[in-house]
């Protein structure tokens, strides 16, 4: 099928080999990179809330967190989302504590991030009915007075805090 009948064609056969290996190793360098750089290893703050408001309705009054990572794509918690995939519907009121960077709250339609960068921040949430603000306790890194803004009321309620990320 092949003749090697001439000087150099079996080198010229090992040369591209070389090459192609070399450029699958450069393609593999870049990617890791970029992966680096664009790419979000951290949970996405939508997902995660829902997840948050799910498990503390089924066990009201405790207090849960994660941590959350807000991106250029993955940058709000919006509250209709969060109502339909929860059935909380009207329950739900979403504030922020300690000011955390780029983050605003508005209490009904959900959390907004307006960063340039990945930031992570930490996700709090507690359901219940009657719920005032001494029934939250944060941890100690988080701050004092985080649960100031909540209103006591008898009704059913679920709050979505968000704080910088901490220790």
């Known amino acids: 099928m092949f003749k090697f009948d001439r000087k150099g064609q079996s080198s010229s056969v090992f040369n591209l080999l070389i090459a192609a290996l070399v450029s699958l190793a450069i393609l593999g360098l870049l990617l890791s990179v970029l992966g680096g750089i664009g790419f979000n290893s951290g949970k996405k703050p939508i997902d995660t809330t829902i997840n948050l408001v799910k498990d503390a309705m089924n066990t009201p009054f405790s207090l849960r967190s994660e941590t959350v990572t807000f991106t250029k794509t993955e940058n709000s918690i919006p509250a209709k ?3 339909q995939k929860t059935d909380v519907s009207d329950a739900l009121t979403f504030l922020t504590c300690n000011d955390p960077a780029n983050v605003t709250a ?7 991030f307006k960063g340039t960068s990945n930031q992570q921040n930490k996700v709090f949430v507690m359901c219940g009915e009657g719920i005032v603000s001494t ?3 944060f941890p100690t890194t988080v ?4 649960g100031s803004d909540i209103q006591s009321d008898p009704k059913f309620m679920c709050y979505v805090i968000i704080t910088p990320q901490v220790g």
Do not use: M, Q, R, Y
């Open 143 to 146: 701050g004092e007075g985080c």
């Open 106 to 112: 508005d209490a009904k339609n959900g959390i907004t």
């Open 135 to 137: 029934d939250f306790t």
């Open 81 to 83: 989302s969060v109502s």
